[in-house]
């Protein structure tokens, strides 16, 4: 479009403008002041002193160690973990139910998606948390807190999970079931032998992600309520942090977190890239 | 003798759409028939009504006596007499060419594993790619794939094997295997129901020879009388756009 226009300008007006290339020197050079120039601002106005004393407080992030990685990431990584296999499975039963043949199994899997993504996490959490111990009074939940937060993470997990797997069970071509059935395979056979294994290959850069995503949502699980041996790493900073009167705890529980997602989003990049490649 | 298949009044409509106008034929254990016809005749509708890929609208299939039509029969139990070969391949990309080929023996008929390999690997001996059986489909050429995908119906030890054009989606001068491979299974007595637009493979492989058109069987008979010397119009014109491609909006001449 922009050459377009200027083919036609330089056609009908052959006065001394500005060539493409020179404009584009200009608006850099602009962008690259602009961005100086709130650099030095944020170097002038705010006080730094301040700032790494409240954030970046060395005497007080240690005092989070060990006991951050060892109470902290080691629940934050359990919870998430055992949410995600079974939602995982979860998700892989709603998503067949979804594609299933009888009407009610397909109503219950639409339902059940709709309600568990479009409620906020939070809501769940606390909901099982504080429910379900009152409408459940002689159920004993296995494993507490690890089997509450496990349930928690898994159900609302799973609503998402289905919707992945759904789309990666339309995404294999319709002839695989057809070469199945022709074996002698029965629709459910070929579906676990065929089907669903081809399904998760094609969807594991998604499935990466919402990993991702769950290590985040596990954050939300405090509000169910444990004990300290139960805190996550979102939680384990801010009590730290509130005992304290010190930001630091915060932010090196929010480093941990990175450590932990920026690496699986590498993956997801590298996932996607090599199915691009396998496809050309 | 109960004909390998019988196919009897075969109707098949896809909403308003007639595909399949009422068919009849039959296959003896043993021989090779072919079908020929345009694109769009109904030929693969007729394959896939005949395992019962497609639910026929009306009428009866019956292979080795059995009616797979029938509204109690065990469709999965049924199908494993017929072996499917199709235009795609169709392999299982996530296995191995020898899992491709054991899979089904092993899930459907409970062979053990080493018997699934073993009946799996000598059927890929015989359409000659044993030597990629640890390969996955993804690194074969056509040809290769069609013929695993021959080799894993085979494993099944099918009475009937139902191939839909297996040569359309190869190039050229892969397709002479892929020939070979279903000659060699003829020659041992394998009865054969293949949709083909190879003319020469009807010729000399064929007993039978099914011209379709528009949903209809318009003439059926040995390969030297239906291709030979072809008694109706449209079979004439086929013939004529097919074995003369270059000349395909020429006058059809009647060969005399
Ligand atoms: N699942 C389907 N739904 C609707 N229409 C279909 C379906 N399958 C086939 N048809 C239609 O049925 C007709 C016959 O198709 P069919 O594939 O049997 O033809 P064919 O003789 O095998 O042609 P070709 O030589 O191109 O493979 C076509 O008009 C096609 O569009
Ligand atoms: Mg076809």
């Given at each position: 479009?922009t050459?377009?226009?200027?083919v036609a300008e330089?056609?009908?007006?052959?006065?001394?403008?500005?060539?493409?290339?020179?404009?584009?020197?200009?608006?850099?050079?602009?962008?690259?002041?602009?961005?100086a120039?709130?650099i030095?601002?944020?170097?002038?106005?705010?006080d730094?002193?301040?700032?790494?004393?409240?954030?970046?407080?060395?005497?007080?992030?240690?005092?989070?160690?060990?006991?951050?990685?060892?109470?902290?990431?080691k629940?934050t990584?359990i919870?998430?973990?055992?949410?995600?296999?079974?939602?995982?499975?979860l998700?892989?039963?709603?998503?067949?139910?979804?594609?299933?043949?009888?009407?009610?199994?397909?109503?219950?899997?639409?339902?059940?998606i709709?309600?568990f993504?479009?409620?906020?996490?939070?809501?769940?959490?606390?909901i099982?948390?504080?429910?379900?111990?009152i409408?459940?009074?002689?159920?004993e939940?296995?494993?507490d807190p690890?089997?509450?937060?496990?349930?928690?993470?898994g159900?609302?997990?799973a609503?998402?999970?289905?919707?992945?797997?759904?789309?990666?069970?339309?995404?294999?071509?319709?002839?695989?079931t057809?070469?199945?059935?022709?074996?002698?395979?029965?629709?459910?056979r070929?579906?676990?032998?065929?089907?669903?294994?081809?399904?998760?290959?094609?969807?594991v850069?998604p499935?990466?992600?919402?990993?991702?995503?769950?290590?985040?949502?596990?954050?939300?699980?405090f509000?169910?309520?444990?004990?300290?041996?139960?805190?996550?790493?979102?939680?384990f900073?801010?009590?730290?942090?509130?005992?304290?009167?010190n930001?630091t705890p915060?932010i090196?529980?929010?480093?941990?977190?990175l450590?932990?997602?920026?690496?699986?989003?590498?993956?997801?990049?590298k996932l996607?890239?090599?199915?691009?490649?396998?496809r050309? | 003798?109960?004909?390998?298949?019988?196919?009897?009044?075969?109707?098949?409509?896809?909403?308003?759409?007639?595909?399949?106008k009422?068919?009849?034929?039959?296959?003896?254990?043993?021989?090779?028939?072919?079908?020929i016809?345009?694109?769009?005749?109904?030929?693969?509708?007729?394959l896939?009504?005949?395992?019962?890929l497609?639910?026929?609208?009306?009428?009866?299939v019956?292979?080795?006596?059995?009616?797979l039509?029938?509204?109690d029969?065990?469709?999965?139990?049924?199908?494993?007499?017929?072996?499917?070969?199709?235009?795609?391949?169709?392999l299982f990309?996530?296995?191995?060419v020898?899992?491709?080929?054991?899979?089904?023996?092993r899930?459907?008929?409970?062979?053990?594993k080493?018997?699934?390999a073993?009946?799996g690997?000598?059927?890929?001996e015989?359409?000659?790619?044993?030597?990629?059986?640890?390969?996955y489909?993804?690194?074969?050429s056509?040809?290769?794939?069609?013929?695993v995908?021959?080799?894993?119906?085979?494993?099944?030890?099918?009475?009937?094997?139902?191939?839909?054009?297996?040569?359309?989606?190869?190039?050229?001068?892969l397709?002479?295997?892929v020939l070979?491979?279903?000659?060699?299974?003829?020659?041992e007595?394998?009865?054969?129901?293949?949709?083909t637009?190879?003319?020469?493979?009807?010729?000399?492989?064929?007993?039978?020879?099914?011209?379709?058109?528009?949903?209809?069987?318009?003439e059926?008979?040995p390969?030297?009388?239906?291709?030979?010397?072809?008694?109706?119009?449209?079979?004439?014109?086929?013939?004529h756009?097919v074995?003369?491609?270059?000349?395909?909006?020429d006058?059809?001449?009647?060969?005399?």
């Amino acid at each position: 479009m922009t050459t377009d226009t200027t083919v036609a300008e330089a056609g009908t007006a052959p006065r001394a403008r500005l060539s493409p290339r020179k404009r584009k020197k200009i608006s850099l050079t602009i962008q690259y002041a602009v961005f100086a120039v709130a650099i030095a601002l944020l170097v002038l106005v705010a006080d730094w002193q301040a700032i790494q004393h409240a954030f970046f407080n060395l005497d007080e992030a240690r005092k989070a160690f060990p006991d951050i990685l060892s109470i902290g990431l080691k629940n934050t990584i359990i919870y998430t973990l055992s949410g995600y296999v079974l939602g995982f499975f979860l998700g892989l039963v709603v998503a067949l139910m979804r594609l299933s043949d009888v009407v009610p199994y397909r109503a219950v899997a639409l339902v059940y998606i709709e309600v568990f993504r479009g409620l906020p996490a939070i809501v769940v959490f606390m909901i099982l948390g504080f429910g379900m111990p009152i409408a459940f009074t002689d159920f004993e939940m296995p494993y507490d807190p690890y089997g509450t937060v496990a349930l928690a993470l898994g159900l609302v997990s799973a609503a998402y999970l289905a919707e992945t797997f759904r789309a990666g069970i339309q995404a294999v071509p319709k002839g695989q079931t057809e070469a199945a059935r022709s074996l002698g395979m029965s629709q459910g056979r070929a579906m676990i032998t065929v089907i669903v294994p081809q399904a998760i290959r094609i969807v594991v850069p998604p499935l990466t992600n919402e990993l991702i995503l769950l290590f985040k949502d596990s954050s939300l699980v405090f509000v169910i309520g444990f004990t300290l041996s139960g805190y996550d790493l979102f939680k384990f900073g801010e009590s730290l942090s509130n005992q304290t009167g010190n930001s630091t705890p915060l932010i090196v529980a929010g480093m941990l977190y990175l450590c932990l997602t920026v690496p699986l989003g590498y993956l997801v990049r590298k996932l996607e890239a090599k199915q691009k490649r396998g496809r050309v | 003798m109960t004909a390998a298949v019988q196919v009897a009044g075969l109707h098949k409509s896809f909403g308003d759409l007639e595909v399949l106008k009422g068919i009849d034929f039959t296959v003896e254990a043993g021989q090779v028939v072919c079908i020929i016809g345009p694109s769009g005749s109904g030929k693969s509708t007729l394959l896939r009504c005949v395992n019962l890929l497609e639910q026929p609208t009306a009428g009866q299939v019956f292979v080795s006596g059995t009616e797979l039509t029938h509204i109690d029969v065990d469709i999965d139990a049924a199908r494993r007499r017929l072996g499917m070969v199709f235009q795609q391949f169709n392999l299982f990309g996530h296995m191995s060419v020898l899992d491709n080929v054991s899979i089904a023996q092993r899930r459907v008929l409970k062979r053990s594993k080493a018997k699934a390999a073993e009946i799996g690997m000598r059927n890929l001996e015989k359409v000659g790619v044993a030597e990629k059986a640890e390969q996955y489909p993804a690194q074969l050429s056509g040809g290769q794939q069609q013929r695993v995908a021959i080799a894993r119906a085979l494993s099944m030890d099918p009475d009937v094997m139902l191939f839909d054009e297996p040569t359309s989606a190869l190039d050229p001068e892969l397709v002479g295997d892929v020939l070979g491979a279903m000659r060699q299974l003829a020659d041992e007595g394998m009865t054969m129901l293949v949709v083909t637009h190879e003319m020469q493979f009807a010729r000399e492989v064929a007993d039978v020879v099914l011209f379709m058109d528009e949903g209809v069987v318009v003439e059926h008979g040995p390969p030297a009388q239906v291709i030979g010397n072809p008694q109706h119009e449209r079979t004439r014109t086929f013939l004529h756009r097919v074995l003369n491609p270059t000349h395909a909006d020429d006058e059809a001449t009647t060969p005399s």
